[in-house]
């Protein structure tokens, strides 16, 4: 059975915007998709780091099939600015609705954890919080600072949303130096007004431009799902814009839908596709592709960043 009720915390509804969506089929998963339950012993250290310190993680909250992997390697996306987001989208089991003020004490607590959990790199993402006047940009910056304090080997990886409407927010986020500056487009431009209904494809991709532009040092990313009704045509010119504000890392998976009350999966993409979407990626010039069923934005985030900087150190001659 599936439910859009969350009563671990409480008994009001996880995604009350959605409850009165008609339900949509949900599609049996093919072999390629299918992992393993959460049960080591890494993945229970991991988690009692994050549930020590009070934070939140994208792994948990947005149902990640690759959890138990990554926590196994004490690997946790943290997710600043609390659990509810201020937007609705099609696809997301992200909790929304009115979100609680900012913790300030958040900051130092991401440090620390991430100290503890000794990382060499680490992805901090967050909710959408439409209610801030900044859309959170400080906030953003406040974690990366407690981070270079607190695990100054560690690099870091911020993905954020997409500061719509924010005039200076990105300008923030990026004066504090993150090592990746990644902000997903999730979709083709066909299918925002059904997917992604609060955003803008051509602001998220003039967000990453003009993240380049800022601080060229910084790496940029950006990342899809597919199997939602794209087409392979769109995603091979959604590569092209991309490329033409200079991304340097594309991902790209497959949508898995959380429930009935979301968006349904159109289709399952096979592993021969996403290797076909690879290759037309690297040749469109991309340092860094990862585009396989279980991709996610931070699945294995610490390798791809190590061999994305080796591109490019290989691209300047060095």
Same mark, same amino acid.
């Given at each position: ?13 996880? $995604? ?18 299918? %992992? ?16 020590? $310190? ?55 607590? %991401? ?11 680490? %992805?901090?993402? #967050? ?62 431009? #066909? ?30 990313? #950006? ?39 979301? $968006? ?35 699945? $294995? ?18």
């Amino acid at each position: 059975m599936v439910t859009v009720l969350d009563t671990t915390q409480s008994n009001r509804p996880r $995604h009350p915007e959605k409850q009165k969506r008609p339900d949509s089929p949900v599609l049996r998963k093919p072999d390629w998709i299918r %992992v393993k339950a959460p049960v080591s012993k890494g993945y229970a250290a991991t988690r009692k780091v994050v549930k020590e $310190h009070g934070l939140h993680t994208v792994c948990e909250e947005a149902a990640c099939p690759n959890i138990g992997e990554c926590w196994d390697q004490r690997h946790a996306t943290m997710m600043i600015m609390g659990d509810t987001c201020t937007r609705a989208c099609a696809f997301c089991n992200v909790r929304t609705g009115l979100p609680a003020p900012l913790d300030d004490a958040e900051p130092g607590r %991401v440090g620390e954890a991430v100290a503890k959990l000794g990382l060499a790199h680490v %992805v901090i993402t #967050s909710v959408d919080r439409d209610d801030l006047a900044d859309g959170g940009a400080a906030h953003f910056a406040a974690v990366i600072r407690a981070i270079r304090d607190q695990a100054p080997g560690t690099t870091i990886e911020i993905l954020t949303p997409d500061f719509l409407r924010k005039d200076g927010a990105l300008e923030v986020v990026m004066e504090a130096r993150p090592d990746v500056f990644n902000h997903n487009l999730e979709t083709v431009p #066909s299918l925002y007004l059904r997917v992604r209904p609060g955003a803008r494809y051509y602001h998220s991709i003039r967000l990453l431009e003009r993240a380049k532009q800022l601080d060229p040092s910084v790496f940029t990313k #950006s990342g899809i799902m597919v199997g939602l009704g794209e087409e392979r045509d769109e995603v091979l010119q959604l590569m092209d814009d991309l490329r033409t504000a200079e991304v340097d890392f594309v991902t790209i998976g497959q949508y898995l839908q959380p429930t009935r009350k979301h $968006h349904a999966v159109a289709r399952f993409v096979t592993p021969d596709e996403f290797a076909s979407y690879e290759r037309v990626a690297r040749a469109k010039g991309f340092l860094q592709v990862s585009a396989t069923p279980l991709t996610r934005s931070s699945y $294995h985030a610490d390798k791809d960043f190590a061999e994305m900087r080796q591109a490019r150190e290989r691209a300047l001659g060095r």
